[in-house]
Each structure stands twice: as structure tokens, then as C-alpha cells.
């Protein structure tokens, strides 16, 4: 056998265990990938999912949150007195924490004619119509600006042009009330100091 016909064959031999250790490392990043891919992950899980995991865990154990109490209901942050929340509900089905944080305590109540009342808490005025709140007034904590004075009542900051009277503002129909108004002060006529929202008539339903 001739010297280059012996260096064509160990070449050849070289280029066939190259293939072989190519082929095995190929085979093993892939095994590796199939065992990674079946094996539970250990890296932490994401925020949806650990959120996804407190709510389970309050399922499972019954716990959930104390401001829960109302059905569901949970005041946002921010709010002074949640008006749409609180009118058109009727009075004796309002959770009692519900009433002591946004109405306070009950101080007077008024029988009115045709199955209306009138109740002052220490926070705000109520009418009820047949036990359901209709009307709520409420001072404001102190001088506020429209948007102010919305949002911390539970309304949009904006609820577009109102109707500008003497001493108040006011909507008809909006944010599913039938009149959301809000009363200046005397000093600064960009101040409001009030807050006065109808949720339906009594006289309308005749």
C-alpha cells in the first residue's frame, strides 16, 4: 500500500469519528432538552401566577378580606363617600361597617309623607323612598375643585359641561343618576362645598 493511499484512509477515519462524537453531542443537547422540558419548573412563578395562587389559597381556606363584607363590595382607595355605590340600595340591606365608614353614626330620622324619610348621619344627609336611598347630600372635608369633588365622591372627575347656576353646578342624568349637583362656597366660586345627588325623583314615579 502506498503512502498517500495509508493518509487518505486515516483521514477518513478521522472525518468518520468526527461525525460520531458530532452526532452524540447532538443527541445529548437534545435528550437534555426533552428532560428540562418534562421536569417541573424551578424558576419562581410570575406575578399572574402567584396572583392566581393567593386567590386559590383564599378559596381553599375561606379567608377573604374584612371590606368584603358587602357582597363583593370594596370601597375604592381615595373615596370620601361612594354615592353611586350607596343610592338607589335600600337602606336596611347596606352592610353595618358599610354605613359606620362612609355615613357614620345615625343621629336623626324624619318620617316624611308618601313613604319617604329623611335621615341625618354624622357624615352625610339621606332620603329614602319606601326604604330605598334616593338622595344623598354630603358636605365636602373641605373646599374642593370639580374634579376633586367627583372623584371622592365616587364619579368620574369629569362628567362633561355642566349647568352653571348662582350658587351650584349641576348634571341631569349622568353617571346613572337623575341630578348630580354640587354647591358653591361663598367665598371662591371654584370651590364647592357640597355635594347634593338624586339618584331617582319620588314625584317622577307618580
Same mark, same amino acid.
Given at each position: 500500500? *502506498? $503512502? &498517500? %493511499? %495509508?493518509? +487518505? +484512509?486515516? #483521514?477518513?477515519? =478521522?472525518?468518520?469519528q468526527l461525525v460520531?462524537?458530532? !452526532?452524540? $453531542?447532538?443527541?445529548?443537547?437534545?435528550? !437534555?432538552?426533552?428532560v428540562r422540558g418534562r421536569t417541573p419548573a424551578t424558576e419562581s412563578p410570575s406575578l399572574i401566577e402567584q396572583a392566581e395562587q393567593r386567590e386559590a389559597s383564599?378559596?381553599?381556606?375561606? @379567608?377573604?378580606?374584612? #371590606?368584603?363584607?358587602?357582597?363583593? /363590595?370594596?370601597k375604592r382607595?381615595?373615596?370620601?363617600?361612594?354615592?353611586? /355605590?350607596?343610592n338607589g340600595r335600600r337602606l336596611a340591606e347596606l352592610p353595618p361597617d358599610v354605613i359606620a365608614d362612609q355615613l357614620g353614626a345615625e343621629l336623626v330620622r324624619t318620617d316624611l309623607p308618601e313613604g319617604e324619610e329623611h335621615l &341625618?348621619? &354624622?357624615?352625610? =344627609?339621606?332620603?329614602?323612598?319606601?326604604?330605598? $336611598? /334616593?338622595? $344623598?347630600?354630603?358636605? !365636602? #372635608?373641605?373646599?374642593? +375643585?370639580?374634579? @376633586?369633588?367627583?372623584? @371622592? *365622591?365616587?364619579f368620574p372627575l369629569d362628567l362633561g359641561t355642566p349647568i352653571d347656576a348662582t350658587m351650584e353646578i349641576r348634571w341631569n342624568r349622568a353617571w346613572n343618576q337623575r341630578r348630580i349637583s354640587l354647591i358653591r362656597? %361663598?367665598?371662591d366660586p371654584r370651590l364647592y362645598a357640597e355635594i347634593d345627588v338624586w339618584r331617582f325623583m319620588p314625584k317622577e314615579l307618580y
Open positions: 500500500m *502506498s $503512502i &498517500e %493511499s %495509508s493518509a +487518505d +484512509d486515516n #483521514a477518513g477515519v =478521522q472525518r468518520g460520531v462524537v458530532g !452526532l452524540g $453531542i447532538a443527541a445529548a443537547v437534545l435528550l !437534555l432538552w426533552v383564599r378559596r381553599a381556606t375561606g @379567608t377573604a378580606p374584612a #371590606a368584603r363584607a358587602a357582597r363583593g /363590595y370594596v382607595e381615595g373615596l370620601h363617600l361612594d354615592v353611586p /355605590y350607596l &341625618e348621619f &354624622e357624615k352625610a =344627609q339621606v332620603w329614602t323612598y319606601d326604604g330605598r $336611598i /334616593y338622595r $344623598i347630600r354630603k358636605k !365636602l #372635608a373641605h373646599p374642593m +375643585d370639580i374634579p @376633586t369633588a367627583l372623584g @371622592t *365622591s365616587g362656597t %361663598s367665598g
